[in-house]
């Protein structure tokens, strides 16, 4: 392999459990090791694959999110609170300055209400106006932290 990336690529075509032959050149040792493919219990990208475009978009905010039930929650870190919408990915077409958002964020709150679901989430943002503030209480990593950022006009 020419890099991690490739590394990468290559362990993702695999299937969780399948084992694979990893040569490792450690000096001038070079090491054949059998390693078994395993999911990464807080690999943030693991809820990608949950969603679709027509059903999860959130435009305002450029995310794909899902509803938290109890399913996903056996598979996130300790909720902070009993609620909330998951962001599974980032919109491809993300109108705002990237990096406000991140896989695996959870959102409890817009402006000060809260947000049960997708439903609540998409009513909460269709109430705020054009060109007003949006402030977003999420929790990242175990921590509640606050994203503010202003509503997009129509057509932007």
Do not use: W
Not at 1 to 30: A, C, P, T
Not at 88 to 111: C, H, K, L, Q, R
Not at 126 to 145: D, F
């Amino acid at each position: 392999m020419e890099n991690g990336r490739q590394f990468e690529v290559n362990l993702y075509r695999r299937e969780i459990g399948e084992e694979v032959l990893v040569e490792v050149l450690r000096g001038q040792e070079r090491l054949h090791l059998k390693v078994a493919v395993i999911e990464r219990d807080d690999d943030p990208y693991r809820f990608s694959e949950m969603v679709c475009p027509d059903k999860n978009l959130i435009p305002e905010l450029g995310i794909l999110a899902l509803d938290i039930d109890r399913r996903l929650e056996r598979r996130l870190p300790a909720l902070r609170k009993q609620f909330g919408v998951l962001v599974a990915a980032i919109s491809a077409e993300a109108s705002f300055e990237t990096g406000m958002f991140f896989p695996g964020d959870v959102i409890f709150a817009i402006n000060n209400r809260e947000v049960a679901s997708l439903e609540g989430l998409r009513n909460s943002l269709s109430a705020i106006g054009p060109g007003a503030p949006i402030v977003v209480q999420v929790q990242r990593r175990n921590k509640l932290r606050y994203i503010a950022q202003q509503k997009q006009f129509s057509g932007q």
